[in-house]
């Protein structure tokens, strides 16, 4: 089992930058794949950003050049640098975790409001 909270949402006037973090428990969490998803309002879930258990990344194409998925396994932590923000980028982001081998994320997070103004 892996707990997975989230925290750095808020409220940001667009072009600012937010930090999420997501902390894990587990003592595997090196090797599990991790991602960071979005859901806004009236839509449906969308992958934002992914991040291998060995560094490898992917992006949704709205957030490539603007945010950075990093892992820090020594804190077992995962974070979305959002920089550029927008505020078609407003939304609960949620963090998952992925078992080595499994086709679909396993575990997720309560979620963490971030919010662009225009």
């Known amino acids: 089992q892996v707990n997975l909270v989230e925290s750095g949402g808020g409220l940001v006037q667009a072009g600012g930058s937010l930090r999420l973090s997501c902390a894990a428990s587990g003592r595997t969490f090196s090797r599990y794949a991790m991602a960071w998803f979005r859901q806004a309002p009236g839509k449906e879930r969308e992958s934002v950003a992914d991040i291998s258990w060995n560094g490898y990344t992917n992006y949704a194409d709205s957030v490539k050049g603007r945010f950075t998925i990093s892992r820090d396994s020594a804190k077992n932590t995962v974070y979305l640098q959002m920089n550029s923000l927008k505020p078609e980028d407003t939304a609960v982001y949620y963090c998952?975790?992925?078992?080595?081998?499994?086709?679909?994320?396993?575990?997720w997070g309560q979620g963490t409001q971030v919010t662009v103004s225009a």
């Open positions: 998952a975790a992925k078992n080595p081998g499994s086709a679909s994320y396993d575990y």
